[in-house]
């Protein structure tokens, strides 16, 4: 069965979108998790601005913002990718080479997943789209 070329046409930008709304908001919790405290998150009770882990909640929070309303995708996409393969490196490699093991599949997948946003853009039902950026719908 092949489906129409059309239609690919029509919903890939679509669904780029979407998944770029639905990867801002879970990245977004991150950040305010780790700023607010909403959701608790155990882990990061008593957490400094000022550290690390600290400067890691405001790009979350900063980027995961921009990249659900889908502004300045490309850029903050590609900041995101190396946020997280820094994670990776820091948190997760020295526990082992491998990510199911050492705990670090969410951040290879977030940061190869930002990294393609920082490729294709925002997709549909995006702010750039609105300010006519290449690449947003």
Request: aromatic fraction near 14%; include cysteine.
């Given at each position: 069965?092949?489906?129409?070329?059309?239609?690919?046409?029509?919903?890939?930008?679509?669904?780029?979108?979407?998944l770029r709304i639905i990867l801002g908001f879970?990245?977004?919790?991150?950040?305010?998790?780790?700023?607010?405290?909403?959701?608790?998150?155990?882990?990061?009770?008593?957490?400094?601005?000022?550290?690390?882990?600290?400067?890691?909640?405001?790009?979350?929070?900063?980027?995961?913002?921009?990249?659900?309303?889908?502004?300045?995708?490309?850029?903050?996409?590609?900041?995101?990718?190396?946020?997280?393969?820094?994670?990776?490196?820091?948190?997760?490699?020295?526990?082992?080479?491998?990510?199911?093991?050492n705990g670090g599949e969410m951040a290879v997948?977030?940061?190869?997943?930002?990294?393609?946003?920082?490729?294709?853009?925002?997709?549909?039902?995006?702010?750039?789209?609105?300010?006519?950026?290449?690449?947003?719908?």
């Amino acid at each position: 069965m092949s489906l129409s070329p059309a239609l690919y046409a029509t919903w890939s930008p679509r669904l780029l979108g979407l998944l770029r709304i639905i990867l801002g908001f879970l990245f977004l919790q991150h950040g305010t998790a780790k700023l607010f405290g909403a959701p608790h998150v155990a882990m990061f009770d008593g957490l400094q601005l000022f550290s690390l882990m600290g400067a890691a909640g405001v790009i979350e929070l900063v980027g995961g913002s921009l990249l659900l309303l889908g502004l300045f995708t490309r850029p903050v996409a590609f900041i995101l990718s190396g946020q997280m393969a820094a994670a990776y490196f820091i948190a997760h490699a020295p526990a082992g080479f491998l990510p199911i093991l050492n705990g670090g599949e969410m951040a290879v997948m977030y940061c190869f997943t930002f990294l393609y946003f920082a490729i294709a853009g925002a997709g549909a039902y995006s702010l750039d789209g609105l300010r006519g950026k290449a690449g947003a719908a």
